[in-house]
Nanobody, 125 residues
């Protein structure tokens, strides 16, 4: 069976940094595009960042470009999201997902087959 597990969330202050990890079992992580999405209460799940199978291509939402960075460790079957200069509006549950979208569809949640259960990130003002 396939399982994705996010970790690294927590409570931080505005301006702080946080690093999230997504670990995969039951599949070869590097065979899939992997993306981070987030969902705040009462809002739709929104795309944050995506990375190609080999890690050579990345895409970011405008709201996080320049602050967040997605990366892969292929040997350890991990995907990371480094979050810097955090803002209160970044508060949400963060999810990782895997699928095979083309680049133009990286931001479409329907393109991802598997999802983790999320990790809470709370940024205080």
């Amino acid at each position: 069976q396939v399982q994705l597990t996010e970790s690294g969330g927590g409570l931080v202050s505005a301006g702080d940094s946080l690093s999230l990890s997504c670990a995969a079992s039951g599949l070869t992580f590097s065979s899939y595009v992997t993306a981070w999405f987030r969902q705040a209460p009462g809002k739709e799940r929104e795309f944050i960042a995506g990375i190609s199978q080999n890690g050579g291509t990345t895409r970011y939402a405008d709201s996080v470009k320049g602050r967040f960075s997605i990366s892969r460790d292929r040997a350890k079957n991990l995907v990371f999201l480094q979050m810097n200069s955090l803002k209160p509006e970044d508060t949400a549950v963060y999810y990782c997902g895997t699928g095979r979208p083309i680049y133009s569809a990286y931001d479409r949640s329907s393109m991802y087959y598997y999802w983790g259960q999320g990790t809470q990130v709370t940024v205080s003002s």
